[in-house]
């Protein structure tokens, strides 16, 4: 069973135990789990629990559809949907077309609609689908330009993440860098002090294990701009020390120091990482703080209506207003409910 058809069958086994279609949130946790990935690589953009939380409920359902006392869980999903499939025969709903009753226009008429185009989840990596924040990355451009490092605070889902891709994917042509300048490591999926280092050496070409002056010296005559996403990952004192940020503080300090970093996290790094009462962190003393805030009232928007442009589908300025009010122009916010009322008007 492909993925396209394991998210049908589980739309319609969502349908007939929930009474409702599946949510944008467990396509996602499905089609991340039919690629054999955990849990907490699914948490970009998403907090660990609301993943966790959306399988269990899928993984329920799926269970309860099954019957005879069957416990599905994340390793077993597939199979379940295979024989959920083969059990709801010809009650499961055939691809859009041939669904369609011949004289249904108004159905004829949501099987031609574009795909939601708010449908972005988590961190967006292609730059056309990247919206504004032209102030924020001119901010961050002129920063790296004079050799100052730089550290993106805001909140949950704002967009940090998908900052640090924009940075990764135009900084080379608008410093004029070789593409491999840029480096990204999303501290997420590091474990330790001791996996960053060689995370760091293997984006950076060299051979791990190898930090402190060893590092250095190999990195003599190179610069490299290195994004850290997820940054508060090192304030976790079971597994970081805290000697991996004056190590990379000794990296990029000075005008001709290797590295030049962009920090992403959602609190300021002095709070972050308060050493001592006497003493600001290692890093906050060398980065520029710029912060991300939600989306202004005409950025929110332009956006709906950029995402909308020759879309059969229109909101209202009524619909629009409101939307923004609710979402408090936070992207991530925005994006699911102005998704939500799309689904809606598609399926007037």
């Known amino acids: 069973m492909d993925l396209d058809e394991l998210i049908r069958v589980a739309d319609a086994v969502v349908r007939q135990e929930l009474k409702r279609p599946l949510s944008d949130l467990e396509r996602y946790v499905l089609q991340e789990s039919f690629k054999g990935k955990s849990y907490e690589q699914m948490t970009d953009g998403w907090a660990f629990k609301t993943v966790k ?41 055939e691809p859009a077309q041939a669904a369609l009753s011949p004289d249904s226009s108004l159905q004829k008429k949501a099987v031609n609609l574009p795909a939601n185009p708010f449908g972005d989840r988590g961190r967006i990596t292609d730059p056309s689908r990247f919206f504004d924040r032209d102030e924020i990355l001119r901010q961050v451009f002129e920063a790296l330009q004079q050799g100052a490092s730089v550290s993106l605070v805001g909140e949950s889902r704002i967009g940090k993440s998908s900052l640090l891709a924009i940075i990764c994917a135009r900084g080379p042509a608008t410093l004029q860098l070789p593409p491999d300048a ?43 701009i290195l994004c850290l996403d997820e940054v508060e990952r090192m304030s976790h004192s079971d597994d970081f020390s805290g000697r991996e940020r004056t190590e990379l503080r000794g990296l990029a ?53 950029h995402r909308l442009q020759n879309n059969p589908i229109q909101f209202t300025s009524a619909q629009i207003h409101q939307l923004i009010a609710q979402s408090g122009g936070h992207p991530a916010r925005l994006q699911e409910s102005a998704a939500d009322l799309y689904r809606q008007l598609s399926d007037v």
């Open 182 to 224: 840029f480096v990204q490591i999303n501290m997420q999926s590091i474990r330790d002090e001791a996996e960053f280092f060689e995370a760091l050496c293997q984006e950076l070409g060299i051979e791990p294990p190898c930090r402190g002056y060893a590092l250095r010296r190999k990195l003599k005559d190179t610069h490299h």
């Open 53 to 93: 939380d959306a399988g269990s409920r899928l993984w329920k359902c799926f269970s309860q559809a099954l019957g005879d006392g069957v416990k599905v869980q994340k390793s077993t999903f597939q199979m379940a949907l295979v024989r959920l499939s083969e059990r709801m025969g010809h009650h499961l709903p």
């Open 253 to 305: 300090d000075g005008a001709n120091a290797p590295l030049t970093l962009v920090t992403a996290s959602r609190l300021p790094l002095s709070q972050l990482f308060p050493d001592s009462p006497e003493q600001t962190s290692p890093l906050a003393g060398i980065c520029q703080t710029i912060q991300v805030e939600p989306f202004s009232p005409a950025i929110a928007q332009s956006f709906i209506m």
